[in-house]
Nanobody, 121 residues
């Protein structure tokens, strides 16, 4: 089993910054994808950013140039640095880890409990 624990959410004014962290534990393989998703009230959950084990990143258009995802493989931790925050970034942010249990298997997804980010105008 895999456990993901997020931290770093909170209330910030527009234009401010926050840094989210997600620590993973349990049966984690060296090859995996870690990501941040978010869900605002009344909206579907959406991918914010992802990073592979070798450091390849992907961002939603809405956060490009403002958010940076990074990871520390030794500590099994992923980070999301969020700058120039906007009220529309307000959401619950979820940490996600995807990995294959064997070469030919499908990806299995694990989720954290979520952390609230609120950006006031």
């Amino acid at each position: 089993q895999v456990q993901l624990v997020e931290s770093g959410g909170g209330l910030v004014q527009a234009g401010g910054s926050l840094r989210l962290s997600c620590a993973a534990s349990g049966r984690i393989f060296s090859s995996n994808i870690m990501a941040w998703h978010r869900q605002a009230p009344g909206k579907q959950r959406e991918l914010v950013a992802s990073i592979t084990s070798d450091g390849s990143t992907n961002y939603a258009d809405s956060v490009k140039g403002r958010f940076t995802i990074s990871r520390d493989n030794a500590k099994k931790t992923v980070f999301l640095q969020m700058n120039s925050l906007k009220p529309e970034d307000t959401a619950v942010y979820y940490c996600n880890l995807a990995q294959k249990l064997s070469t030919w298997a499908q990806y299995v997804n694990y989720w954290g409990q979520g952390t609230q980010v609120t950006v006031s105008s």
